[in-house]
């Protein structure tokens, strides 16, 4: 529909939380749609739902701009917000096979990071009353592999039964590799690593988020091609363990400077323990910049 960008601009679609779903279901039923233009919410309130768009009980956001974007409807022009939107389905029986879509559908949007790699479900065809049914997904526990949902069934308004399936997945993240080989106690810049998506091995804690890479300190040889873990970095302290540090104490024109031996890592501004190398006493002090610490008297 060839209008101005300007009423595009200004053209509004809010997903209702519920519907009944019928052939021929319309986006007028299922979402609120404002514009200064009456033409274009005419027109968008007689788009049709696809059946595969609803197949799973749910209508998407993401699905709705599908169907902006197959009437040649630039979305980025069209706010659509609201939803997920619920499908009330007329039906006699829930089917294993319907239930595992509306699973899917749940992981799909609710993990992208994951890849869906089997649905475990003890499920057999269920007969319904007649009239509407709902389903409500929940997850229970997650690990970098599994999903472990509640799905409750309910119709009008009664809870008939629970279920709870087990998903199996491959999680995917994005982690830094060495772009060139980074030598023991280099300082990482951005021009050292790129970042790749990776499916997740082992642990989800050995992976070092962006912010912990950049201006941290190889703690090893890292050679290009591979990707950097927690335990192959740490960040640039001015102050580390097990290394000797001046501790400064400063009261009006007194100042005086001993020797001290660090007991923990720190960085600008960190308290940490120091040990007075002439008394043996442990003091706690600030890190004022590399190898230097104030006494906090």
Known sequence: MLLPLGVWAQVTITLHSHAKW???????????ISSEDKRV???LKGL?????????????????VELLRS?????????????????????STLTKERLEKAIE??????????????????????????????????????????????????????????VHPTVLVT?????????????????????????ER??????????????????AVAKRKIEAGRFLTRSAIEPDYAVKKRRNVKIVYQKGAIRIE??????????????VRVKNLSSNKVLRCKVLQNGVVGYLY
């Open 22 to 32: 019928h052939r021929g279901l319309s986006l007028g039923e299922i979402a609120d």
């Open 71 to 91: 009437h040649m409807i630039d979305p980025k022009r069209v706010r659509v917000g609201g939803g997920p939107l619920l499908l009330f389905t007329q039906a």
């Open 198 to 215: 990776r499916a997740l091995r082992g642990s989800l804690s050995r992976y070092p988020k962006i912010g912990e890479v950049i201006g």
């Open 48 to 64: 049709q739902i696809p059946s595969q768009a609803a197949a799973d009980g749910r209508v998407e956001r993401s699905e709705v």
């Open 171 to 195: 999680t995917y993240l994005k982690v830094p590799v060495a772009v060139r080989a980074i030598q023991r106690g280099q300082i990482i810049g951005p021009e050292d690593i790129r970042w």
């Open 105 to 162: 559908a749940y992981v799909r949007q609710n993990y992208p990071e994951v890849k869906i790699e089997r649905v475990l479900l003890n499920f057999k065809k269920m007969a319904l009353p007649e009239g509407e049914y709902r389903l409500a997904i929940f997850t229970s526990s997650k690990t970098p592999s599994r999903l472990y949902l509640d799905v409750r069934i309910h119709s009008g308004g009664e809870l008939l039964r629970r």
């Open 41 to 43: 919410v005419q027109f």
């Open 258 to 271: 001993l020797l001290g031996l660090a007991l923990q890592n720190g960085r600008v501004g960190d308290i």
